[in-house]
């Protein structure tokens, strides 16, 4: 299937107003997060000598981040990025390649494509942390040595927690899944697209677990709606969203403004639903109805599985998760929500989908998130103790239909924090926020892998 051309059009605004603010929502490029004065300093703040040896485990994008953040501060320091994956993923464009609206090609590119000068890239991946003998210890068996350790592992899917399903049939079957691979998110469009052809039973869905992207599965549900809707077959179809909570989303009233959504769209919400197990062969999902403790069948014609999300073995098998919290199971790392350093361990950081704080698993968030640490790093070495805090911003440019998206932000106290007050409001559906979503994020996106964001 080709990718659909969406027209573009924005009606109401002469053309030199028109250019005006698409250069504005570029530049600004909210969805990634307006960072503001703690940011920009780090940026511009005067190079430092250090003989520091600095470990970052993971180089997707916050370990790149930090890297090009650390590399661009400091003389003299060893920095040392691990991961085994040569391929760099541009995941907020996952959706739109399972939407039909990007190419696979437009997620892929190479990790050395970002490697800051200086910065040595160990190929390996890490399998033993070991924070009390300050020390990481590689697949090869490799023993990495630090003075400061940032983990930037992200999370892993955890599709073997679902009984019967099977990754190498997303795609067939009216099996999708978005978040597995970038050929993944393509065989999914083919099988959601069919789908739109025929209508049917489409089943969409969230884990119980902290996910990445908390909006994905909602955003997902109303490009399949809208996609329906343009081949003159919505009435053909049933939509399903089965939530694993009692809320559509974290924030209340972003929670009721997609609840609205939902019902203007007629799509049927079940709430305290979590998925248990999938039958591909019969085409039946079978999920845990928490509210009544009973197990139920949905047959389906198309499914986008949203699988658990954990931390990786290595950290979830190490002393840095929370000990005695909600999140112990799934094993986020025990840091303090402000600074992102570790609560046991002073000279380990976490940032990125793995740091575990109440908020923080999007492109978004590791804007915000990164140059906080690396700050109270650098305050560290040169003994003099960084104030900057992380707010618990998060961004979430929310697809509702093809053409128009609204832009949700928000920090740790549900508090709507709007990067464009006046121009964009946060609970409309707009063409400019697609326009964000589509064209602007990536190049920014980019930017800030190369710690110039």
């Known amino acids: 299937?080709?990718?659909?051309?969406?027209?573009?059009?924005?009606?109401?605004?002469?053309?030199?107003?028109?250019?005006?603010?698409?250069?504005?929502?570029?530049a600004g490029a909210g969805l990634l997060g307006a960072v503001g004065a703690t940011s920009s300093q780090a940026a511009t703040a005067p190079t430092q000598r250090s003989s520091a040896r600095i470990v970052i485990a993971g180089a997707g994008a916050a370990g790149l981040t930090?890297?090009?953040?650390?590399?661009?501060?400091?003389?003299?320091?060893?920095?040392?990025?691990?991961?085994?994956?040569k391929e760099h993923f541009y995941q907020p464009g996952f959706t739109?390649?399972?939407?039909?609206?990007?190419?696979?090609?437009?997620?892929?590119?190479?990790?050395?494509?970002?490697?800051?000068?200086?910065?040595?890239?160990?190929?390996?991946?890490?399998?033993?942390?070991?924070?009390?003998?300050?020390?990481?210890?590689?697949?090869?068996?490799?023993?990495?040595?630090?003075?400061?350790?940032?983990?930037?592992?992200?999370?892993?899917?955890?599709?073997?927690?679902?009984?019967?399903?099977?990754?190498?049939?997303?795609?067939?079957?009216?099996?999708?899944?978005?978040?597995?691979?970038?050929?993944?998110?393509?065989?999914?469009?083919?099988a959601m697209s069919s789908f739109a052809d025929r209508g049917g039973v489409g089943v969409f869905l969230r884990p119980g677990t902290e996910m990445k992207c908390a909006g994905a599965p909602l955003k997902y549900t109303f490009?399949?709606?809208?996609?329906?809707?343009?081949?003159?077959?919505?009435?053909?179809?049933?939509?399903h969203y089965f939530n694993n909570s009692k809320a559509l989303f974290g924030v209340p009233i972003v929670a009721e403004k997609v609840r609205m959504l939902f019902k203007d769209r007629g799509v049927k919400v079940q709430h305290e639903h979590v998925l248990k197990s999938i039958d591909l062969g019969r085409r039946v999902a079978t999920f845990h109805d928490k509210a009544n403790d009973f197990p139920a069948e949905v047959k389906y014609d198309f499914i986008n599985v949203v699988p658990p999300m954990r931390a990786p073995d290595a950290v979830r098998n190490s002393p840095l998760p929370w000990q005695n919290h909600g999140w112990s199971a799934e094993g986020w790392i025990e840091v303090d929500k402000a600074s992102l350093r570790h609560a046991r361990f002073p000279e380990v950081f976490a940032v990125g989908d793995v740091a575990g704080v109440p908020k923080g698993k999007t492109a978004a968030s590791v804007k915000w998130q990164v140059p906080v640490a690396v700050e109270h790093l650098l305050g560290t070495i040169s003994d003099k103790p960084s104030t900057a805090a992380y707010n618990g911003y998060t961004s979430c440019p929310l697809i509702t239909r093809l053409g128009q998206a609204m832009l949700?932000?928000?920090?740790?106290?549900?508090?709507?924090?709007?990067?464009?007050?006046?121009?964009?409001?946060?609970?409309?559906?707009?063409?400019?926020?697609?326009?964000?979503?589509?064209?602007?994020?990536?190049?920014?996106?980019?930017?800030?892998?190369?710690?110039?964001?």
């Open 1 to 26: 299937m080709k990718p659909t051309r969406i027209p573009d059009g924005l009606p109401s605004l002469a053309a030199g107003d028109r250019r005006r603010f698409l250069l504005g929502a570029a």
């Open 66 to 85: 930090a890297a090009s953040r650390l590399s661009a501060q400091l003389q003299g320091a060893s920095i040392t990025l691990i991961d085994a994956r």
């Open 408 to 453: 949700i932000e928000f920090d740790y106290d549900n508090n709507l924090v709007p990067s464009f007050p006046g121009i964009v409001a946060p609970l409309e559906e707009l063409w400019v926020t697609w326009v964000m979503k589509t064209m602007a994020l990536k190049p920014t996106y980019l930017s800030m892998l190369r710690g110039r964001a």
């Open 223 to 239: 490009i399949t709606d809208d996609h329906l809707r343009r081949r003159g077959n919505r009435g053909k179809a049933e939509l």
């Open 96 to 190: 739109l390649v399972a939407g039909g609206i990007k190419p696979s090609s437009y997620v892929v590119s190479s990790t050395r494509d970002y490697l800051p000068q200086g910065v040595t890239l160990i190929e390996e991946a890490v399998a033993e942390f070991d924070p009390v003998g300050r020390k990481v210890v590689t697949d090869k068996g490799r023993s990495v040595p630090y003075d400061f350790l940032i983990v930037a592992t992200g999370l892993t899917l955890d599709y073997a927690a679902i009984p019967g399903m099977e990754t190498g049939r997303i795609g067939q079957e009216g099996l999708g899944s978005i978040y597995h691979s970038p050929a993944a998110a393509e065989a999914t469009w083919r």
